[in-house]
């Protein structure tokens, strides 16, 4: 198995989009990671609202050592412990609690604590994360709040996850403090259902052609 970065920003870096996964059946998992390696996305997201969740993260782990394959929507402590024995390279909060945050420094887990205000964000990095996620960043002020908080926050480094897709994904990456941008579009529902693995790798493409300038 390929040795996984452990610096939260180097996995940002590895990749322009972190898809956000859904994986209902564990037979989708090794198939659908590979289309999205193949397509040159390697940082993927698979979010624990599922039963097979954990186990999806221990087949991609095992079949495609290549992709850099972390935990989403980890809300709580045990979340965290349960992530980093099925292998999990990082996890994805949607929040960021006092008792969620100290338990992954103690673990030493590389994190995207989520943020939504001025004083999350401020917060996060009193406990020492410099890397977190905008979440929902639509409605958190999308474009123009990463504008705002990049001036007195410049050490805080983003991955804008919630109303971003292909139109507006550009858009964020050009922003100096964006490392990557999260979403669903890489991954839809109806492709996976459809075992359609070469459509989502050329969405995989297509986003990877995403660079920051």
Do not use: Y
Request: charged share 15%; with cysteine; hydrophobic share 55%.
């Amino acid at each position: 198995m390929s040795a996984q970065p452990t610096d939260m920003r180097a996995i940002m870096a590895a990749s322009p989009v972190m898809p956000v996964i859904v994986i209902e059946r564990i037979e989708d998992a090794v198939p659908l990671a590979r289309a999205l390696v193949a397509g040159g996305i390697r940082v993927l997201e698979v979010t624990m609202r599922t039963a097979v969740a954990l186990d999806a993260v221990r087949a991609i782990r095992a079949a495609v050592p290549e992709a850099i394959t972390g935990m989403g929507t980890i809300v709580k402590p045990a979340d965290v412990d349960a992530a980093m024995d099925a292998g999990a390279a990082f996890g994805v909060s949607p929040g960021s609690p006092d008792a969620l945050l100290a338990h992954i420094l103690e673990r030493a887990f590389p994190f995207l604590p989520g943020t939504m205000t001025p004083t999350d964000v401020m917060r996060v990095l009193g406990f020492g994360f410099d890397a977190m996620k905008l979440f929902p960043a639509a409605q958190a002020g999308g474009l123009g709040m990463l504008k705002a908080l990049s001036g007195p926050l410049p050490q805080a480094r983003f991955c804008p996850t919630g109303g971003v897709d292909i139109k507006n994904a550009a858009e964020f990456l050009a922003l100096s403090n964006v490392g990557c941008v999260g979403g669903s579009w890489l991954a839809p529902a109806n492709l996976i259902a459809a075992k359609d693995w070469g459509a989502i790798e050329r969405l995989a493409r297509e986003a990877a052609g995403l660079r920051q300038p």
